[in-house]
């Protein structure tokens, strides 16, 4: 149940934790994308509210060890001039980095204020992408199954193969016994034919 405008005063940390779930629940649908989805402008104001170190909320530092980088690794994003952009480059390549995760870490270190202020723009982000991948995946090609205009390779069809016969000599054999057969019927015609030359005409 959302607050009234009258009882919020009354009740400020239920007011942000009621606005950090719906912010939450509004890119649920999307939460299991990669956190490439997540373009330069977000990542950029995520950056604002992540890479000031305060005494009062988790920085970028805390969301590193969430992530599960380890110490040396966390010094090193120091030295760069937006480590909460590079954390996000390095973490984007490991597995389980999702924009889910990143909703959930954020959450879990108390960053309601970051859910509030780009839960929108994360969604639009999320759904960009999503739009995106659907008019890629239309533009592809239509795969047709190839078709096999070869006879059927049925075991009573097999007979020999080149696995079975690689040099070839079975062919060669029943080319050999065609032409035999045929040399016999020929040979077969002309004994008759012969036979019938000698056959003497009687005479009447």
Known sequence: ??????????????????????????????????????????????SLFLNVRTQVAADWTALAEEMGFEYLEIRH??????PTGKLLDDWQGRPGASVGRLLELLTKLGREDVLVELGPSIEEDCQKYILKQQQEESEKPLQVPAVDSSDPRTPERGG???????????????????ITCKARNVTSRLSLHSASLLVPIRSD
Request: overall charge negative.
């Open 77 to 82: 994003l120091e030295t760069h001039a937006d």
């Open 160 to 178: 020999i193969t080149m696995l079975d016969d690689p040099l070839g000599a079975a062919e060669w054999w029943w080319l050999s016994l065609m």
């Open 1 to 46: 149940t959302r607050l009234d405008s009258a009882e919020a005063p009354r009740y400020p940390a239920m007011a942000a934790e009621v606005s950090g779930a719906e912010s939450a629940s509004a890119v649920c649908s999307t939460s299991s994308l990669p956190l490439a989805a997540l373009n330069v402008r977000v990542r950029r104001r995520l």
